[in-house]
């Protein structure tokens, strides 16, 4: 059964650094969404991702997040200057249509802040 | 008001007996709703959906939709420790995002 791949699934950062968390979404899903869990709290939306630009985004994705599908596989997420606050698990997910469809998560990067 | 709401639990039942997990949701236009299961430090994993009010079976789990009381519920029969973990409760908003509950921990005693 195809999946969404992320890499790495552990990334530990100093306070400042520039981050990328990577994904492969499922080949003919056409949504991608990047989703937060701080450790022993919700999930959180971060943003979604359609026809090469973003469709929603949450308070959370500030500045100092962003996207970008550079190769028609591959669905990144970059944080510009960490902070110990961004330590938190970072889902992928991806669904082949907006409406109804469920979304697949892939297995995550735990992001370290240090 | 919280979109997706959950008792954050622990719900602790014996092993064989049916575990009962609840959710409401405040946006009226949600359409879709599902159950994700999740064990600790992994990802989300799709347990069921559903769109329709009333019931929806899949082996020994049913989803219950009310969309008048605006409630959604997962009942899991005959438990068993492995079902043991973090149930999310999600709805589809009408903006088309997924939103999440804040979870219940299920524990299932041999």
């Known amino acids: 059964e195809p999946e969404v791949t992320q890499t790495p699934s552990h990334q530990v950062t100093q306070m400042g650094q520039e981050v990328i968390l990577r994904c492969v979404p499922i080949?003919?899903?056409?949504?991608f969404y990047w989703y937060r869990q701080i450790l022993g709290q919700k999930v959180e939306f971060l943003v979604s991702?359609?026809?090469?630009?973003?469709?929603?985004k949450s308070e959370i994705f500030d500045d100092q997040f962003s996207v970008e599908r550079p190769d028609g596989s591959n669905f990144t997420l970059k944080i510009r200057s960490t902070k110990l606050e961004d330590s938190a698990m970072y889902f992928c997910?991806?669904?082949?249509?907006?409406?109804?469809?469920?979304?697949?998560f892939g297995n995550g990067t735990r992001l370290t802040v240090t | 008001q919280k979109e997706v709401e959950q008792n954050s639990g622990p719900l602790s039942v014996p092993e064989g007996a049916i575990a009962s997990l609840n959710c409401t949701y405040s946006d009226r236009g949600s359409q879709s709703f599902f159950w994700y299961r999740q064990y600790s430090g992994k990802s989300p994993e799709l347990i069921m959906f559903i769109y329709s009010n009333g019931d929806k079976e899949d082996g020994r789990f049913t989803a219950q939709l009310n969309k008048a009381s605006q409630y959604v519920s997962l009942l899991i029969r005959d438990s068993q420790p492995s079902d043991s973990a973090t149930y999310l409760c999600?709805?589809?908003?009408?903006?088309?995002?997924?939103?999440f509950g804040q979870g219940t921990e299920l524990s299932v005693k041999p």
């Open positions: 080949s003919n899903h056409l949504y």
């Open positions: 999600a709805g589809v908003n009408q903006g088309g995002k997924l939103i």
């Open positions: 997910a991806s669904r082949p249509t907006e409406n109804n469809s469920p979304l697949h």
């Open positions: 991702f359609y026809n090469n630009e973003i469709s929603e």
